[in-house]
Structure formats: C-alpha cells, structure tokens
C-alpha cells in the first residue's frame, strides 16, 4: 500500500507504506497515538513532500488542494529597491521576510510576488482596514473577485485576504488552498496563538512584509521558521526624499494647566507611594501583573487603580494639549492631519470637541470607509484615531501627525511616522508633532518609543 | 465566557481548587436575586449599555467578593443584547463633519466660533452618541431561578479555567457505548481528537486535545475543551484532570463527578429514543445485547464508539454494531475505507439506504455480512439477521 500524505485540521498526516520509513522523511514526522499515523505539521509540506520524493517511496498526495492560476499581467513596474526585494526573496526559495518601511511599496512587492507564482495565494493581515485596502489593491491589479476572511465576510477565492484572526480559525479548512503565503506587518505572526495560522497552512511559498520586524530572539526564531529569514533591509533613510516623502518631527513639551497638574500630582503620590510600599518597580515583567493583583485585593487598592488611571488620563489628554492640537490644527489648514491617541476615551473626546472624524474599532465599516475616502480626497482635513490607523493603512494625502498620546512602543511610535511618509502630490515635507505633558511620567515614555534610527538623527523642539 | 479576573480559585503547591458557590449561599442568592430583578427592569426600561454597566459596576464595587459579584454580571451581560443605536445619528454627523472643514477656516482659529457655528441650536448634542455604551438593551437569557444562575456561575468557572488547558485527561468508571457515543461525536464537533487507553476491565482514559497539539503544545484548542466540557457532566462516574498554564505557572485542575456542576438545562442526560426503543425490544435466543463494551479505537481518524455490541450466549464471541445515518456520509467513507479493519474488530456497519451510492461500491463488505441497510433506524429483526450473516457468532 503506498503512502499517502492527506491534511487534516490543519496538519499532515501519512498513513499506508512500510513499516520503516526512510529517516530524511521520519525527521518531519510525529507519531500519532491518537489515530495510528504519522502527524506533521502543515508548514512542513515542501520540506515532507520533497522528503518522500528524494526516498524514492510510492507516495500519493492528498494533501494540497490548489494548482496554477490564470492571472492576467498586473502591469507592474518596479522601483529598485522593490527589484532588489524580488531577486533576494527569490533566490533565498519563495521564502522570506522583506524588512522596508511604510510607503516604499511593500504591497506592490506581494502583487509582483504573486504574479510570478501565478499560484493560489493567501494574504494575512492584522486589522479589518488592511483588508479592506488589501482586497481592493489586489482587485485593481488582477481584475479578479478577491476573497475575503474577516469583518463580516467569508468567502474564499484563489486570491484572498483574511486578517490573522479569522485566519487561525479557518486554516484547518483552508490550509490546503492556498500556495502561496503573504503576511503582511509579519511582526505579528509569531504571537503565541496566532503563529498557528502560518503553521496549519502548507504554502510552500512565504512572503513576510514589515516595516518594524525587530523582535525578542524566541520570536523571530518562529518567524524565521514559519515565513524564512529576513532577505532584504531598506532602512527609512535610503528612500527618504526619493520613495519616502522627508519628514521631521517636532517633540512639544506641554505644561499641564495649574488645577489640572494639582490634580496629577495627588493622584501620582497615591499611586507611587502604593508602588514603593510594596516593592514595584516593573523592572521585571511580573509586575503588572503583580500590581493589578493588588489593586483588585482590597478597597484601597482598587482607590490606588483609580488614581494610577486618573493620572494616566491628565497626562495622556490635559486640557493644555487640547488647546495645542487646535493651534496645530489651525497652523497646518489646508493639509491633512491625522491625530493619535492612546486610547478611544481621548479620541472621542477630540472628536466631540473639534466636530472631527474619529476612527476606531468601534466605527462601523461603511462609516469607516467613508471617512478614510473623505480624509484622502481632502473634504475631513483632520481625522482622530487611537490604534487602528498605527499601521498599514495607506493614507498618502497626510502630511502632518499628531501623537497626542501613546504608549512606550518604538514599534507603534515607528508605524505611527510611517503614516505620514507616503509621498503625494505636493507634499514637500511632512511633519510628526509629539505632544508630551511635561514633568509628567510621559517624559518617560516619550523617551522609550524615540529609541529607533528614524529618530536619533533627528533634532527636537 | 468569564475571564480570569472573574474566577474564583486558589493555588496550593502545583494544585488548583476551583471555589464553587454552594447552591444556599446567601451572598450569591442575594446578590443573584438583585441582579436578575435589575436585568428584568433594564430590559423593561430599556437602558443604555453605559447606564447597565456603571449600575455593574457599583453593584460590583459595593460587594467584599468582588469575584463573584463581577462573574455573576458578566454572564448576564454576556447573553444581554442591544440595539444598534441611534439610526439617524451618521447621517447627521455626515452632515456636521462636512460643513467643520469650511467653519474652521472661516473661525480664523477662534474655537467659540466654530463651535457655535457647527453646533447651531442643537444643544448639548452628543456627535458620537451612537457608540456601544449608548446602545439600549433589547433582550437578555433569562435565569429562571437563582439556583439556575448559580449554576451557570460554577460551569463557567471550570470554563474560564480550562481557557488556560493544553488538553483535557478524562476517567470514566464502566461508560456504556451509548453514553460514551454521543460524547465523542461532540470531542469529533469541537474538532478535537482523543488518545484512549483501558486501565482496567471497566476504567476507561482518555486524552483529549486537538490535532496540532501532538506538534506544539498550544492554547489554540482551549476553547474547544471549555466548550466541550459541558458534555463530560452528562457522562456517569467521570473524573477529569487539565493542566492550566496562569501566569508561566503549571497548575493541575483535577475535578470529578462530586463537584457541583451540573450541565446546561438542555444537556440533560439523554438517550435517543430510537436506542432506548432498540434496548428495550431486543430478544434474541443466541444473541445478548450488553452494555460494558469498551470503546474500540482502532488505528483510524477517530476512534469507534459501537452503537450495540452483542455477546453470543454459547460461544461467548462478541461483534458490535456501528450505525451510520443519512448525514455520516464522511465518516461512512472513512471507515469503509479500511475493510479489513471490520473483521478485525469483529464489526458490522449498518448504513441508511440514503447512502447507497457509497455503499454500492462496497459490494464485497455487504457480501461478507460487515455492511448492512437500514432505513431510518434499524430493526431488532434485520440487527440479528446481519449478526448471523457476519459469522462473528463462531460456531
């Protein structure tokens, strides 16, 4: 009886053949106690199916379940960097992670990627906006109905997108379809669950794009393991004036308002004096967790949790940085704007304030769409979001950002710059403001996210 | 499902003891009491997310076991639903944004103006008031009884808690196929996949986890455990044991049939009726039907649960029997993939006439006596026709 490989739920199985089987195709494989086979993971289909090929055994595949396409021309013309991008991905076997920053045409190098597979193809996304702008980028070049997994929709065609989420919940019933893998801000693939959606997916074919893909060791391992190794670098600096729009950024230290800051600093003496007392430094990442533990232990410590929030809350949104977007917002009339914010309480209150647009989770999507096409056309010159604009979204038109309020990322501070580069039309240089409450426990956190090249070299206000 | 900040549960050594709620309580009775009369007038009143989660809250607040009183509302809230808000609200914000782009360059920068000028006479319009908080609750699960919401509470701890399992172990004392059957169709819904051992002539183990698990220890099945759960409650004499990873730490949940967990009001214990038909009809002079046979798990996708097994009153030789209805096309095509297997197993399929054309290309399994028709059901006259035809009685 030959051997035959099948995918289930998202692994491979082999049944059938002799009794020993050769040790190159044994090393992929886990014995199953549970079913009486042998069990692989499905990222490891190339690396089996060759395996087998080399042992010289009869086999037959059940595996895959996807073939070529007929994919019309997409008409593509490359910039260097992206030719490079190609050549590297290529020769380094279909498979890899191309590290570039936002705007160079990271999407366009997928499109050209695939076009040269001509195989089905699955494109993984963190969020329903990269969807939505993923599906309608891939409609425009292939002229083809484009799938979609996420907010909403299920449909699955050979070109498809899907966000990491749904993702992981259907590739034990896609896994097989699609050949070709795109991960798109891969930085997020080797998270503890969603890593499942790469490794239930027996693309032989991987590409990993991201314009922040510094990671801890363990998890660029898995995404090493799971996509490739990083082939290519482009550093913001090398397409800045040429791909990139020039930029610089303007760091504004702004003086709480004295009732506010009076507010503050008895909130934070509450907090911290429950910090020294027992011991929290969150030197080690046990501590938070330590923390919230002892707020939620007694009625002190859930007062000592509403002042830690109530500081949090002046410093991140105090009036005084209110009245500084407005000025801001009056500096710049006649360019876009795009405001963050770390949290949607903040944007909201923006929002209601300015009568400007704000896009968060909460945002249905017609409204959402609306509202990212006004802001490019130019009919919203502002529009407020806390998180889901922090990466991907491709608005070219805006020229200056705001961060009214953030966490300590360098990753989120980076993508956040990454908005504003895209070059258009008449913009000569765009501009990133980061709004800091000073003397507040946001001198701190500024200080962390600027910890990247994009922000070293540049001079602060 | 309750989050971890709602389960109340203590760690000693590497164990976990989860803390139930005694069905006579008072604080739970009370406080469940409170909570299922403010839903009832929520509901009537029609108030707003915000207003019902800040009334949560305090409520919340105000209790010492602020576990409890945060578990029991999150699981009203979760079966809560809400309207979609105001419908004329984006229209008018619509409106409203695209006249602010022209105001605010005819303000010159003086915010009074502007706002004035977007505001008009409409007050203290709220721009964003249809956001989830302002949403009004529409309709909600209702909790016939205290009693009934104490016990959602207790299954939703071990639910909670087996967010955080690998894999599930679970002991059963002398299962019958039919209790055990209907079990492992559920493990085969949740997509799950056990590893069964005998310990003991009656003691059954098994091992239950999803198919990626063998490869990479993952939480990505947890929920299919959690949901799965509730179906062990129904199962006689069980025993389970789940290691939880919380906070980087192992910790062992073991939990049995003394806990006080009962299954959801329509997951009581249930045997089909056609079966409970077949039990109670079946008379056969050579044939006893019995009821401690052990789960059969040959080397297959899933292991087989006979629907009848069958012990021959003069030779002692044992054959069984697995039925596959109208829409167990895919597993009737998995087990007839194998043939040889049947005999081995000393196993006969019986198959709805619906599923003809697969068992039309199986005319030597239907020749040999492993493989028979039915419609609907079978009767106990065409069971033992197709024992006598298997040959499994040894004489």
């Given at each position: 009886m030959p051997v035959i490989l099948d995918f289930h739920l998202g692994t491979l199985t082999l049944s059938g053949g002799p009794e020993e089987l050769p040790p190159e195709v044994v090393r992929w494989l886990t014995r199953d106690p549970r079913t009486g086979n042998c069990r692989a993971r499905a990222c490891d289909y190339a690396a089996l199916y060759l395996a087998l090929r080399n042992s010289g055994l009869e086999f037959t595949d059940r595996a895959r379940a996807f073939a070529p396409l007929e994919l019309g021309d997409p008409g593509l013309t490359l910039r260097p960097h992206q030719q490079r991008a190609l050549a590297a991905w290529e020769a380094a076997g279909f498979r890899g992670v191309a590290a570039m920053p936002t705007g160079s045409g990271k999407t366009i190098l997928a499109v050209a990627a695939i076009a040269r597979l001509r195989r089905p193809t699955l494109v993984l996304v963190p969020t329903i906006d990269l969807l939505t702008q993923w599906t309608q980028v891939l409609e425009r070049f292939f002229r083809c109905p484009i799938g979609m997994l996420g907010g909403g929709s299920h449909e699955i065609t050979p070109l498809t997108v899907s966000t990491y989420d749904s993702a992981l919940l259907n590739m034990e019933f896609i896994g097989n379809r699609f050949a070709f893998l795109v991960a798109d801000e891969c930085h997020h693939l080797p998270g503890a669950e969603t890593r499942l959606a790469a490794a239930m997916s027996l693309a032989p074919y991987r590409l990993g794009l991201s314009a922040t893909p510094e990671l801890p060791e363990d998890r660029a391992e898995v995404l090493k393991d799971l996509i490739g190794p990083t082939v290519i670098e482009v550093a913001i600096a090398e397409l800045e004036g040429s791909s990139l729009s020039p930029y610089r950024i303007v760091t504004l230290r702004v003086p709480l308002d004295p009732q506010e800051e009076a507010l503050y600093r008895r909130h934070r003496e509450v907090y911290t004096a429950f910090l020294r007392r027992h011991q929290l430094s969150f030197a080690s990442g046990g501590d938070w967790g330590r923390f919230l533990q002892l707020c939620a232990r007694s009625a002190e410590g859930r007062q000592v949790m509403r002042s830690f929030l109530e500081q949090r809350r002046i410093a991140r949104g105090g009036r005084a940085k209110l009245r500084t977007v407005w000025e801001l917002a009056n500096r710049h009339l006649g360019e876009r704007m795009l405001i963050f914010t770390a949290d949607n309480a903040t944007a909201y209150e923006l929002g209601r304030l300015f009568f400007w647009p704000v896009l968060t989770h909460h945002t249905k999507a017609a409204e959402r769409k609306e509202f990212l096409d006004r802001f490019r056309s130019g009919e919203y010159p502002v529009l407020v979001t806390s998180k889901v604009l922090n990466e991907g979204v491709d608005v070219p038109a805006a020229a200056v950002g705001v961060i009214l309020s953030g966490s300590g990322s360098v990753r989120e501070h980076v993508q956040r710059l990454g908005r504003i580069l895209r070059p258009s039309p008449g913009k000569e240089q765009a501009v990133l403001y980061e709004l800091i409450s000073a003397d507040t426990s946001e001198e701190n956190v500024s200080r962390r996210r600027r910890n990247h090249a994009a922000y070293r070299r540049r001079r602060h206000a | 499902m309750l989050k971890l900040e709602h389960l109340r549960f203590r760690r000693r050594l590497d164990k976990l003891h989860v803390g139930f709620v005694p069905a006579d309580d008072e604080t739970a009775r009370r406080l469940g009491g409170e909570l299922i009369s403010a839903f009832g007038e929520a509901i009537a009143g029609h108030w707003t997310r915000g207003e019902l989660e800040e009334w949560c809250a305090a409520l919340t607040r105000r209790e010492k076991d602020t576990k409890l009183a945060s578990g029991l509302t999150k699981l009203l809230l979760d079966h809560a639903e809400f309207s979609d808000g105001d419908g004329d609200l984006p229209e008018l914000r619509r409106a409203i944004l695209a006249r602010a782009a022209e105001a605010m360059r005819r303000a010159g920068g003086d915010y009074r103006l502007y706002r004035d000028e977007l505001r008009g006479d409409r007050g203290n319009f709220d721009l964003y008031g249809d956001l989830p908080e302002f949403s009004r609750l529409e309709k909600c699960r209702t909790f016939a009884s205290v009693g009934e919401l104490i016990d959602a509470y207790n299954l939703a701890l071990v639910q909670g808690l087996l967010l955080y399992a690998e894999k599930l172990t679970l002991k059963f004392d002398s299962p019958r196929p039919e209790e055990l059957r209907p079990l492992l169709r559920r493990m085969r819904f949740h997509r799950l996949l056990a590893a069964g051992t005998r310990l003991s002539p009656t003691e059954t183990v098994l091992e239950i986890d999803g198919p990626f698990s063998l490869l990479e220890n993952s939480r990505k099945y947890a929920?299919?455990?959690?949901?799965?759960?509730?179906?062990?409650?129904?199962?006689?004499?069980?025993?389970?044991?789940?290691?939880?990873?919380?906070?980087?730490?192992?910790?062992?949940?073991?939990?049995?049939?003394?806990?006080?967990?009962?299954?959801?009001?329509?997951?009581?214990?249930?045997?089909?009726?056609?079966?409970?038909?077949?039990?109670?009809?079946?008379?056969?002079?050579?044939?006893?039907?019995?009821?401690?046979?052990?789960?059969?798990?040959?080397?297959?996708?899933?292991?087989?649960?006979?629907?009848?097994?069958?012990?021959?009153?003069?030779?002692?030789?044992?054959?069984?029997?697995?039925?596959?209805?109208?829409?167990?096309?895919?597993?009737?095509?998995?087990?007839?993939?194998e043939p040889e297997k049947l005999a081995a197993l000393k196993l006969i399929i019986g198959a709805d006439r619906a599923l003809a054309p697969i068992l039309d290309a199986h005319p030597q399994a239907e020749e040999a006596g492993l493989l028979f028709r039915f419609r609907d059901f079978p009767g106990v006259e065409t069971t033992l026709r197709a024992l006598k035809k298997s040959g499994f009685a040894g004489e």
């Open positions: - | 929920l299919q455990l959690a949901m799965f759960f509730p179906n062990v409650l129904a199962m006689p004499n069980w025993k389970l044991a789940a290691k939880l990873k919380l906070a980087d730490r192992e910790v062992l949940l073991e939990l049995d049939e003394r806990a006080p967990l009962k299954p959801p009001p329509r997951r009581a214990d249930y045997l089909p009726p056609e079966i409970a038909a077949f039990r109670a009809a079946f008379d056969s002079a050579e044939w006893e039907l019995f009821d401690d046979a052990p789960p059969l798990l040959p080397d297959s996708a899933v292991p087989v649960i006979p629907d009848f097994s069958f012990r021959h009153r003069r030779t002692g030789c044992v054959a069984h029997v697995e039925l596959f209805h109208r829409w167990h096309r895919t597993g009737l095509e998995r087990r007839l993939a």
